[in-house]
């Protein structure tokens, strides 16, 4: 018996399901904390130096194309200026039906910014590091975002200086989702190929390419309205029950540096 | 004094496993460099002798992961312990091609373990998170080549960095 347990393999794996068992427990949150406030500072220093080299070499590399891009954003800047002014004449509907009606308006949520510190990404999962945790009001399951609501995915563990983000391109995250446009619902999901793909959409649903698709709200796990993409190929077998359709996403999740937390 | 220098590579692999290497993701994968430090750790010093570093590094990867505590670990165990039996019942000498293609296996080993025990977390209920992938999904299997060819063709760079900073090694 006592030759088994000094077997290097046998040894290794009890310490190691010795360690899942505190973990589970709790008693290893303390240690973790420390490590992770220990090589927060490496891991900072390191990802910015990175995502920065990243950068510049992306952009050197795409300098041909600047020119296309700088005539695409000038076209999308004047749509969304004419949307824009749309938009503002019915806020001020909005604000005076709300008057009339004496209805309250919505709570701006509270959130918390974090700066991105890492991210994993393998075959079985795609998430990020941030360097908020529970001290700073970081709950497990929250949703997280950039800046204009664009959905980035949801908090799966959090440490006192640090916390974990699944992000939605992760091949085990699933989204509520709804298609603005036609009020059609449907299950946001990705593959390893970062892939994201609204599913679940009955056939006959009118939907097309171009249209956006934002957070339903429905199952709770994220607020109603925050923008995912916008819908960039529809993929429709007659015979299958459902349709889906490929989205590009509107986050840039490879250059990510600061995020919000819903509190 | 090696020992330390041993651990401190482990943690800065780990550290660069998060923040340096997704920004060579091809198609969302990255190289192992922890699996790759590991098992050359398992290959040229045996397992008997290092085992404890290689639960190290996988205690390393689980805290930085957003997996399950210890799926990682588990994995990286198994699948240094294989390539250990492997390479010590049918290879005599450690060649470059040998420990190339005992990278690669492993890292398709270390794909299939990984697999398996999330599943297998799930279904014990240590791990709340559903896992949804199917094995035997193309996109799965691809994916694990890809990561193995990766993984090999950054065993190939070490082996050039070796070879710029101790020559001498080459030389004999």
Redesign the interface.
């Known amino acids: 018996m006592k030759r088994v347990f000094s077997h ?2 046998i ?3 009890l ?3 010795g ?2 068992f505190l ?2 427990q709790g008693w ?1 949150k303390f240690s ?1 904390d420390i ?2 406030s220990l ?1 927060a500072s ?2 900072k220093i ?2 910015q130096f ?2 920065k ?2 950068q510049m070499t992306g952009s050197l590399i795409s300098l041909n194309r600047l020119n296309q891009e700088k005539v695409r954003l000038a076209e999308e800047n004047k749509e969304l200026s004419s949307q824009l002014v749309q938009l503002k004449e019915a806020a001020r509907e909005n604000e005076f039906l709300r008057q009339q009606l004496s209805v309250s308006s919505p709570e701006s949520p509270e959130l918390i910014l974090a700066g991105v ?11 990020l ?1 941030i360097n908020r945790g529970s001290q700073d009001g970081v709950k497990e399951g929250a949703a997280v975002i950039t800046a204009g609501n664009f959905l980035v995915g949801q908090v ?2 959090t440490n006192n200086s640090s916390s ?3 992000l939605i ?4 995250s ?1 989204v509520n989702a709804l298609v603005q446009e036609s009020g059609v619902t449907g299950l946001v ?1 990705s ?4 892939n994201l793909t609204i599913d679940f959409i009955p056939q006959g649903e009118n939907i097309k390419e171009g249209q956006t698709v934002v957070t339903s709200g429905l199952a709770g796990f994220f607020p109603a309205g925050l923008f995912i993409g916008q819908i960039s190929q529809i993929i429709s077998i007659d015979v299958e029950i459902f349709q889906k359709a490929k989205i590009k996403p509107a986050v840039d999740f ?1 250059n990510l540096e600061k995020v919000f937390v819903f509190k | 004094m090696k020992t330390f220098l041993i651990i401190l590579g482990l943690l800065l692999a780990a550290v660069s496993q998060t923040t340096v290497l997704p920004f060579l993701a091809i198609s969302g994968i990255v190289p192992n460099l922890v699996l790759v430090l590991t098992l050359l750790l398992v290959i040229f010093r045996d397992f008997k002798k290092t085992w404890w570093l290689v639960i190290l590094g996988g205690l390393f990867l689980d805290l930085f992961s957003g997996l399950s505590f210890g799926l990682i670990g588990l994995s990286l165990l198994t699948t240094a312990y294989f390539i250990s039996r492997f390479n010590q019942s049918i290879f005599p000498e450690a060649k470059f091609w040998i420990v190339l293609f005992l990278i690669g296996l492993a890292s398709l080993f270390y794909g299939l373990v990984l697999f398996g025990l999330a599943k297998l977390f799930v279904f014990i209920n240590l791990s709340q998170q559903e896992i949804y992938l199917s094995l035997l999904s193309l996109n799965y299997l691809v994916g694990l080549l890809i990561s193995a060819f990766y993984n090999m063709a950054f065993l190939i760079c070490l082996y050039g960095i070796k070879k710029i900073f101790y020559p001498a090694s080459f030389s004999k």
């Open positions: 290097p393999f040894l290794s794996l310490i190691i399901v360690l899942i973990n589970s290893l973790q490590f992770f090589t490496v891991q390191s990802y990175s995502s080299v990243n510190i890492g991210c994993n990404s393998s075959f079985l999962e795609k998430t590091l799966v563990e974990k983000v699944r391109l992760d091949p085990n699933r999901k593959n390893q190929w970062l490879e």
